[in-house]
């Protein structure tokens, strides 16, 4: 079945430093990726979508300068979270449109971020 | 702007009864799934729900989907505490994008 690989699984770094999440489809081609936040006990937030060589479409209110989307292969999206702060602590989970059938969307094991 | 509202957010049920959780969208759309989640980890796919009318069923889990009412929904039958998670609903917005629903922590005790 579609696979989606999301690392690392859990990152601490130190407020002000810039952290990078990687997600790759491994066994299709996901021309569309998308990133959610869910804080704790709460629902997941999307917060853009990725198109494979083209610009991130972001959620309103999501700060494009602070989570930089990348999206340079059709394997592989990558999330910066640049200058965090402990208030970008959760989790980060990743999603690829394309796995699961035409109408199938794949989900990574997420990231769990914590700044301090 | 898309909404999707489920209720209840919380639900504790006793073994062996059942429940309904219900999903209810603002806009129109004709796929709809839902996932289920526990703690610390990521979603499980549970169900795709491809058109009005649509039901499906996984063991002591029952999916149905009313487009016209913009409703789903996720009824429990004969609850285990395996079932124990949190249910998410999501909407396919315009093809383009899933939008999550508030999602409904699940608490089945003895």
């Known amino acids: 079945g579609a696979v989606v690989s999301q690392h690392p699984s859990r990152v601490i770094c130190k407020s002000g430093t810039s952290v990078k999440i990687e997600c790759r489809s491994l066994?299709?081609?996901?021309?569309?990726m998308f990133w959610y936040r869910q804080f704790p006990k709460q629902s997941l937030m999307l917060m853009a979508t990725?198109?494979?060589?083209?610009?991130?479409?972001?959620e309103q209110g999501v700060e494009k300068d602070k989570f930089l989307i990348n999206h340079a292969s059709l394997t592989l999206s990558t999330l910066t979270v640049t200058s965090a702060h402990p208030e970008d602590s959760s989790f980060y989970i990743c999603?690829?449109?394309?796995?699961?059938?035409?109408?199938?969307?794949?989900f990574g094991s997420g990231t769990r971020l914590t700044v301090v | 702007e898309l909404k999707v509202e489920q209720n209840p957010l919380f639900l504790s049920m006793q073994e062996g009864k059942n429940y309904t959780i219900y999903c209810n969208y603002s806009?129109?759309?004709?796929?709809l799934y839902w996932y289920r989640q526990d703690p610390g980890k990521s979603l499980e796919s549970l169900f795709v729900?491809?058109?009005?009318?649509a039901v499906k069923q996984e063991g002591r889990l029952m999916a149905s989907l009313d487009t016209k009412a913009r409703l789903s929904t996720l009824h429990i039958t004969a609850a285990v505490h395996d079932l124990s998670a949190t249910y998410f609903c999501?909407?396919?917005?315009?093809?383009?994008?899933?939008?999550f629903g508030t999602g409904t922590r699940l608490q089945v005790f003895p």
């Open positions: 999603s690829a449109r394309g796995g699961g059938g035409l109408y199938g969307y794949t």
């Open positions: 066994d299709f081609q996901a021309t569309t």
């Open positions: 990725s198109n494979e060589g083209s610009k991130a479409t972001y």
């Open positions: 806009t129109t759309s004709d796929r």
């Open positions: 729900l491809l058109s009005n009318g």
């Open positions: 999501a909407v396919d917005y315009a093809a383009d994008k899933l939008i």
